[in-house]
């Protein structure tokens, strides 16, 4: 008659129950730091300032109303870009940056939450309506990003896009009056 295991059946399952758990804190530790390298890498910015705003009024008055929307030049040389998301629309929908240009995204929505991503780049945030979302970034050459809006805001979510359109510095200044309300046709 061979010998009988030995092993009680409780070493057994102990052993296994730690294999699991060692797998399961290596795939924890592999997406930490994932996590912790997106953010180094590509500036990832989580919701970091909680900035609110009354949704109700944003057409009445202040930052948000129609004639501040656009691109500004700030006084230290950067660029603000103040942008409307709504049912279903950018406003402006066709957004005009210069290049070499630190540009600081102020994106809001009156209605429900939307989302806010220039594909290849950093820039990818929730839209919430009653806060602004503040997204920083720089685009080193002239081009055309696509932007769509990436969080399901009821039946026309998939026609909602603008376009980001990054032009010379001087371009800029030359061709768009370096100023608020640039949209893509120049003026
Ligand atoms: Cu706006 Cu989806």
Redesign the pocket.
Known sequence: MPELETRSPFDVVDRAERRWAYGVAGIIAFLLALIVFSSAHWAAQPPSNVETIDASRLHLAGEFMEANLGTVIERDGSATVRIL????AFVPSCIVVPDGTSVKFRVT?PD????FLIAGTNVNTM?VPGFVAVVRTRFERPGSYAT???????V???G?WARVMVVGHQEFTRDYGGQSRASCARQ
């Open positions: 998301a709504q049912q279903y929505s429900v939450v939307h989302g839209v769509p809006c990436h969080e399901y805001c009821s026309g979510h998939e909602m």
